[in-house]
């Protein structure tokens, strides 16, 4: 006898259809492109504790798109046979995946605002010890969040070994249910102190990035500091010498008994304020990790954009605040922004990451030039 009520289960509709087509289509991208981002990001050759934390969060991805494919596309065939074990798996993965997502955020949000405010704290906070550490508790803070949905699988749906009443099941449903408003209530707490940790950490991170940018252009143009102190009408605008600098152009002074013999401003021979070899690597550098900074900030953000209309909706069917009717509309619309979640870091970072796009297009050269050699052939 089939545990699955046959009374609960709302005919497909239009929406449902497109929606669970989009969200396939969107599962198929998410897994090919976070694939990329592990690679790409496996074969560097210096890595930092940040690039670990990203090839984790995009096999987090991953995983969760392979979940939402498996558990959610193939309810109808695999519920009604596999009953509670199909129950119990599926929110295991979605617990776990959910929750180290969550704590992941967490920790990059804390990883950027150390890395960009406090750098002489970062080896301290971030060694190759700490992030052993870090990854296995975020492992145990996953696995003890799981056994609430094996409870929730045990209280709508009766285990094996037990005879089955599908009469349980709708009692269950119709009831105030307090596994799933603890389940809710944790994954509100997550997501509230991502939202929090986010505004206040990278608001300074914001304000150091600007300093950085700032003391950058001074370090890069020492004449910029000199020039803004005679005024912004001196200024005309950028010029590039000889030897590929930048320097600023004022305009021609009419020579003086003092000034006549001084080399202008405008030269295009090179001069003691051309750009070393030094100071251009330590600017593509910096330049490097502001990218890096800028495109975790915005994973970060669309993490809890995308996020938290799924958990309102939880929220609101937890207290029985929704209809089956209402409840099957705004859960198709959220969760397809839940799955868009998943999918959309990689095209964050092809763009706001230059290594990242290089990288990406110099592996789909790799890949397609084959093909595109046997047809000329």
């Known amino acids: 006898m089939s545990c699955l009520n046959e009374s609960l289960v709302l005919e497909p509709d239009a929406l449902q259809l497109v929606a669970s087509v989009t969200q396939w289509l969107l599962c198929a991208v998410g897994v090919l492109g976070n694939a990329a981002v592990v690679l790409i990001y496996l074969r560097k050759w210096e890595k930092t504790p940040s690039d670990f934390f990203i090839i ?48 992941m955020v967490l920790v990059v949000t804390f990883n950027r605002y150390i890395a960009v405010c406090e750098p002489l704290q970062y080896s301290g906070y971030f060694s190759v010890r700490r992030l052993t550490e870090i990854f296995s508790v975020v492992i145990v803070l996953s696995l003890c969040n799981c056994p609430i949905g094996v409870l929730m699988c045990a209280k709508y ?8 009443s599908c009469d349980r099941m709708i009692v269950a449903q119709q009831s105030v249910d307090i596994l799933k408003i603890a389940w809710v209530a944790i994954r509100t707490a997550l997501l509230t102190a991502n939202a929090l940790t986010m505004v206040r950490f990278y608001s ?45 152009a004022v305009p021609e002074q009419p020579p003086t008994a003092h000034s006549s ?28 990790d502001d990218k890096l900074t800028t495109t975790i900030v915005v994973v970060c953000i669309a993490y809890v954009l995308l996020i938290f209309p799924d958990l309102v909706v939880h929220v609101l069917d937890s207290f029985n605040l929704l209809d089956h009717k209402s409840f099957h509309m705004l859960r198709t619309i959220s969760q397809s922004l839940y799955v868009l979640n998943f999918v959309i870091n990689p095209f964050i970072h092809y763009g706001i990451n230059s290594y990242f796009k290089a990288q990406l297009l110099q592996l789909l050269s790799l890949v397609f030039r084959p093909c595109f050699e046997e047809k000329i052939i």
């Not at 749906?157 to 089955?164: A, E, K, R, S, Y």
């Open 261 to 288: 013999r001084r080399p202008s401003h405008t030269t295009s021979h090179c001069t003691s304020h051309d750009l070393s070899g030094r100071l251009k690597r330590r600017a593509a550098r910096a330049d490097k």
């Open 56 to 103: 984790v969060i995009a096999l987090l991805d991953i995983s969760m798109c392979v979940s939402m494919f498996v558990f959610t596309f193939f309810t109808d065939r695999l519920f009604p046979v596999l009953c509670f074990k199909y129950c119990a798996l599926g929110n295991v993965m979605f617990d776990f995946n959910n929750t180290a997502s969550s704590v």
């Open 157 to 164: 749906i009766v285990p094996p070994g037990l005879p089955c």
């Open 204 to 248: 300074r991170v914001y304000r150091s990035l600007q300093e950085r940018k700032d003391l950058k252009m001074k370090m890069l143009h020492p004449e910029l500091e000199e020039l803004s102190s005679k005024g912004a009408d001196t200024v005309v605008g950028w010029q590039m010498n000889e030897c590929g600098a930048l320097h600023l």
